[in-house]
């Protein structure tokens, strides 16, 4: 099953929305399928973060305009067992920290509400005891029909905006599976992150 994990920004201009929506289908349609879970760590050196995939990854960037800033966007993505699993983050420049901050959780909000479009989702609530800490979710339908439902967890750190998200069918989706992608999350420093 095909997931679009895609893009973000809804109330960006549409041809970025449109470049976005292409972008993140490039990235699931060449992103393995085997239902094997074979969980592996994957670290990132650019935000210093590391995070246990449940297959060899693929990992893409692209530039992408946001307000008056040229933003590289970039993402590492695995798919097993008809579950899409993907860590998006991106940077924002800026000197002034009140505007950085204000900046950032402006474009938390926006990604948290294109991902809600891409699954016809009004709107993400608190997980339950049954999910792990500090996540959201949101039950929406595939491009199918299909039901399907997405555990995400934003986060600012530093100057970074990162998304750590599973989007899939409910079924498949264990406790044991959600524990695994989202305990393994960690940063390899001491920058202050702030959940989302």
Known sequence: MKIILAPYLATVEIMI??????????????????????????KNSEVAFSIL???????????LRFSDQKLALHMTAAEVDQLSFAVAYT??????????????????????????????????????????????I????????????????FLQHGSWVIQIVVIGDEKKMS??????????FKFENHVSNTDA
Not at 17 to 42: H, M, N, Q, Y
Not at 55 to 62: I, L, T, V
Not at 177 to 184: E, P, T
Request: glycine letters at 4%.
């Open 17 to 42: 929305k449109r470049s976005f929506l292409i972008f993140f289908l490039l990235v699931f349609a060449l992103t393995g399928c085997s239902p094997k879970f074979d969980w592996r760590e994957v």
């Open 53 to 63: 995939m449940p297959a060899k990854p693929n990992s893409y960037s692209r530039d």
């Open 91 to 136: 940077q924002l420049n800026s000197s002034d920290l009140q505007n950085k901050n204000l900046n950032q959780e402006k474009l938390l909000n926006l990604l948290k509400e294109g991902m809600l479009k891409n699954i016809q989702a009004s709107q993400f609530k608190l997980a339950d005891e049954r999910h792990p800490k500090d996540t959201l």
């Open 138 to 153: 949101a039950v929406g339908v595939s491009p199918k029909g299909k039901e399907i439902k997405m555990v995400a967890k």
């Open 175 to 184: 406790t044991d599976i959600l524990d695994m992608y989202f305990g393994s």
